[in-house]
Each structure stands twice: as structure tokens, then as C-alpha cells.
């Protein structure tokens, strides 16, 4: 079956048709770095990883996306005002370092998460402080037809100038009064609508001390701006200045999009948190300044749960990679763990579940090992009609779960008629290591030294030297592994992987 996907935007599933065919343009919202991303974070971009596998794994070339944002999140941006103190500088502030390098440590710490979750590494990164001019032009746009005013403490845009605002998050204009508390701005005496968001903020009052900041129009980074040491020893900005500012988050997104892909794209996705107001905002002010759709796909990634709670830095109920490994399990059973289940059904995170998601990944690495060890084999019957019962599952929405149903399937079945060299199969599990990827064989990143050990230990054995046995275990195990007496001789494991 083709590939079909549900789109946020029309609440249904469609099949997916790419602007040009072949090709495959995406974007994903990145993460604001101004802190380790927790695990529910990660659930969102594992989705889009997900995403672009499969739809390489279909034959379309993929261009993909992922931002950085450094600057222009501020505290209050959970609603449709850019309001409160940007989530960067406040961090830098308690710290008292340069927000740059805030924003350089926590990028450094994310791109090492990535990589351990062995996600795909995207076509384009761009980061929002190298993408200013960019935004700055789309502003200019904005005000030239009309659909952006300037006030004495930024520029917005109206949103009554564009009758679609709310058409991806049901917030129209007609029901914005009736937002929940904690989401509707009260209006302010220099905004015309109260859901007026922020294209660009001068640095003027409660904004003076922003230290990042840029000219408008000019772009150009303001020189002396950075952090100074204060009477106080803290950091402090460079003064009130009307002719300075930094942009809103939302016109970031736009901007790095159209940058890089265009200004129509197939895909674009992100967490549910994301779809009101930044995902909307995105629509309007895109959609306004070119005159043409936006988006023809949006996906969400549901929350994440963990105490029965939203997953989220203001509950204090967060989790990182560093706990999930200090816990015994590798990023890999994080990964299959999100995977097991649909994107689009809120995941409930426990230890349990993590516990389970682990042996079932090492029992899926087993079975692909002995298939490439097995010598030829009669067929496995129905393997044809399994092969498509897998594919059919991923082109439907990515059901994962439907999927892996199929593999265990597989698994029962080839060991139980003893067809566990069926060549088919062996293609099989290759495949599902590029679709999944966190399938890999904990074998291929045993160091050679560890090996080694491994290898004398064996020796020592057989020459019943148990002393220096002994002794090789504790080295191997010093270096982060663990040793396995199997039948057919030992097995070298990373130390997470047991």
C-alpha cells in the first residue's frame, strides 16, 4: 500500500504525494538549548528520525531540517504573546556566562544524545543567532503588506489580518476568548489584538537587558553586547536601545525553513506542545508573506507521561539519557522503547516498560544474529505475505506496533520449522535495522582491545589457568562490558546491553 500519513492540519489520514516527485522536503523543530532535552523531548525527534527512514527506505531522496534555537524562546512562549525573559539568557544570567556559550554546551550535549540514539543526521542545521537577515526580511514583508505593525516595544503580527489563523489548532479567532487559563493574553495598550504575537522585540524596557541583539533592519550583530561583569558581579546588557532587538521564536522557524527548503515543504513536525501557538504562528506568518500553503503534512508526536503526569522541566518530573544509562539500559532500549508504540498515542514512561523494551530489542538482535549465522535453509512459509503485513504496518501512519508484532511473528515461526536460513529473512533484518535503527549487534561496537581479553580469557579457560581468567573478566568488565558462558563459547556484551 502507499504511504499514508495523518496530517494534524486536515485530522485525517492521507496519502502522501510529495511536492516534487522523488523528493522529500522536512522540517523539524529543534531544541532550545538551555538545558539537557529530557526523554520526552527525544520522543518527538525519534518520530521524525522514524520518518525519514522509512521514507528513504521507500526510495525518496529526503532533505531534512532540524534547527537550533539560540535565541528568541522566551519564559511565556507556551502562549501566543512572546513574553517573559528569553530561556537562554536566563540561564546564562544564573550562571553568569555568555549566553553564546550556554547555548554551545547544551547544543554539544544534545548532538552527543542524538548520536547515542543513532538518529540520522539531518541534511541542514541551522541555528536561529545564524539565520537573523533571514528573518528580518519576512518582517519586512509582513509590514509592506500589511499584516505586521510596529509599537514602541516591537513589531507584531495581526493576526486579524489573516482569516486562517487557528485552522491547525482549532484556536480561531472566533474562540481565543475562550482559551484556558494560563494560555490567553491579556491585551496590552500597544497591541491591537490580545493573540498578537511578537515578530521582533526592541530592546527597551523589561528587554533593555538583553544581551543578545541584533539592528533592525540592518541585521548585523551589535558589537560590545556581550555579557560585562556588573557591580554586582552578575551579568548585565547593553542599555536600552530602540534600534536594537532579537526575534521572536516563532519567525525563527519560518525563516530556517524557507531558507533551506523552499517556501512549500511536504512535512513538517514536533511534539503536540508545539501546535499551539508555535506551530500556528508559523502558518500565518508563512503563509502571509508568500502568498502560498505552507505545509502539506504537519505530524505530532503525542506526550509523553511519566507518575501519570506530562514529562516537563516546570513539573520537575524529567528524565535525561544520563539517567536512563545510569540505570543499566542503553539509549538504543530508550529508542525501541518509543518505538513499540504509536506516535500518535501519549506514552505512559516506566522502568517496567523500559525493562521489557529492552528485552525484546536484545531478543530481536539475537534472532537477526543467528539468521546470518544459519547455513541454508529450506522456506519459511507465508514469509511473502509477512514481508508485506510489515511494510503495509509502516505505511500506514508508521504502526509501529503492528510491525513489530510482524517480527515476532517472523521470529516464532522461522525457529519453530527450523528455517532460520531462509535468505529472505536475512535481507529482512538488514532492513530493519535501517527503518528502526536500534537494532544494531551489540558485537559491532565491542572495542578490539576487549576483544582481545575475550579471546586470552577463552584460552586461559582451556588451559584451566582460572587465576588469569579471572583476572581478563575484571579487565573486560573495568572497561564497560560483560561476559557470557554460552554453549557455543562466550559472548562479550556491553555492560547496558545485559
Not at 213 to 227: D, Y
Not at 257 to 275: P, Q, R, V
Not at 285 to 292: F, T
Not at 367 to 380: D, F, G, Y
Request: glycine share 8%; aromatic share 8%; net charge negative.
Amino acid at each position: 500500500m502507499p504511504l499514508v500519513l495523518f496530517n494534524t492540519l486536515t485530522k485525517q489520514k492521507e496519502k502522501f504525494v510529495p511536492l516534487e516527485k522523488g523528493k522529500v522536503k522536512i522540517y523539524t523543530c529543534g531544541p532550545t538549548v538551555y538545558g539537557r532535552p529530557h526523554i520526552g523531548n527525544y520522543a518527538s525527534f525519534l518520530m521524525a528520525d522514524l520518518l525519514r527512514r522509512v521514507l528513504e527506505f521507500s526510495g525518496y531522496e529526503v532533505t531534512h531540517v532540524k534547527n537550533i534555537t539560540d535565541v528568541g524562546h522566551l519564559t511565556a512562549d507556551s502562549a501566543a504573546d512572546a513574553g517573559g525573559e528569553d530561556k537562554i539568557e536566563k540561564k546564562a544570567r544564573e550562571e553568569k556566562l555568555d549566553p553564546l556559550l550556554i547555548a554551545e554546551r547544551y547544543t554539544k550535549e544534545y548532538l552527543a544524545d542524538e548520536k547515542a540514539l543513532n538518529m540520522v543526521e539531518p541534511e541542514f542545521r541551522p541555528r536561529a543567532t545564524e539565520t537573523i537577515k533571514e528573518m528580518i526580511a519576512i518582517i519586512q514583508t509582513l509590514l509592506k503588506k500589511g499584516n505586521a505593525y510596529e509599537t514602541r516595544d516591537g513589531i507584531y503580527f495581526a493576526i486579524e489580518s489573516f482569516p486562517g489563523y487557528g485552522k491547525l489548532s482549532g484556536n480561531t479567532l472566533a474562540n481565543l476568548g475562550k482559551l484556558e487559563e494560563g494560555v490567553r493574553i491579556e491585551l496590552k495598550e500597544t497591541k491591537k489584538h490580545p493573540a498578537d504575537f511578537a515578530l521582533w522585540k526592541k530592546c527597551v524596557g523589561e528587554n533593555a537587558k538583553h544581551m543578545l541583539r541584533w539592528s533592525f533592519p540592518g541585521g548585523e550583530r551589535l558589537s560590545g553586547v556581550g555579557p560585562t561583569s556588573s557591580a554586582e558581579g552578575g551579568l548585565r546588557g547593553a542599555g536600552e536601545d530602540p534600534n536594537a532587538g532579537f526575534p521572536g521564536w516563532h519567525i525563527e522557524c519560518s525563516a530556517m525553513s524557507t531558507k533551506f527548503l523552499g517556501e512549500e515543504i511536504d512535512i513538517h513536525t514536533g511534539g503536540e506542545d508545539n501546535i499551539f501557538p508555535h506551530h500556528e504562528c508559523e502558518i500565518a506568518q508563512s503563509e502571509c508573506a508568500y502568498g502560498k500553503p505552507f505545509v502539506r503534512i504537519w505530524m505530532h508526536k503525542r506526550r509523553v507521561n511519566f507518575a501519570n503526569e506530562k514529562m516537563s522541566k516546570s513539573l520537575g518530573n524529567i528524565l535525561s539519557l544520563s539517567d536512563i544509562d545510569g540505570a543499566g539500559f542503553s539509549p538504543l532500549d530508550l529508542k525501541y522503547f518509543f518505538l513499540s508504540s504509536h506516535y500518535r498515542s501519549h506514552t505512559q514512561f516506566t522502568w517496567k516498560g523500559l525493562e521489557d523494551a529492552k528485552k525484546a530489542r536484545l531478543k530481536i538482535i539475537e534472532w537477526c544474529e543467528e539468521l546470518q549465522k544459519a547455513s541454508p535453509s529450506q522456506k519459511l512459509s507465508g514469509l511473502g505475505e509477512s514481508v508485506d503485513a510489515f511494510e503495509a504496518a509502516m505505511n500506514d501512519d508508521l504502526n509501529t506496533p503492528a510491525a513489530i508484532a510482524v517480527i515476532f511473528d517472523l521470529m516464532a515461526r522461522s525457529r519453530r520449522e527450523s528455517a532460520l536460513g531462509e535468505p529472505v529473512l536475512k535481507t529482512f533484518c538488514e532492513n530493519l535495522e535501517h527503518i528502526f535503527g536500534c537494532f544494531e549487534s551489540p558485537h559491532s561496537i565491542i572495542p578490539d582491545d576487549v576483544l582481545t581479553f575475550a579471546e586470552e580469557r577463552e584460552k586461559a579457560r582451556k588451559e584451566r589457568d582460572f587465576a588469569r581468567a579471572d583476572q581478563l573478566r575484571k579487565q573486560i568488565e573495568g572497561r564497560g562490558f560483560v561476559l557470557e558462558d554460552l554453549p557455543d563459547g562466550p559472548r562479550v556484551l556491553p555492560a547496558s546491553q545485559r
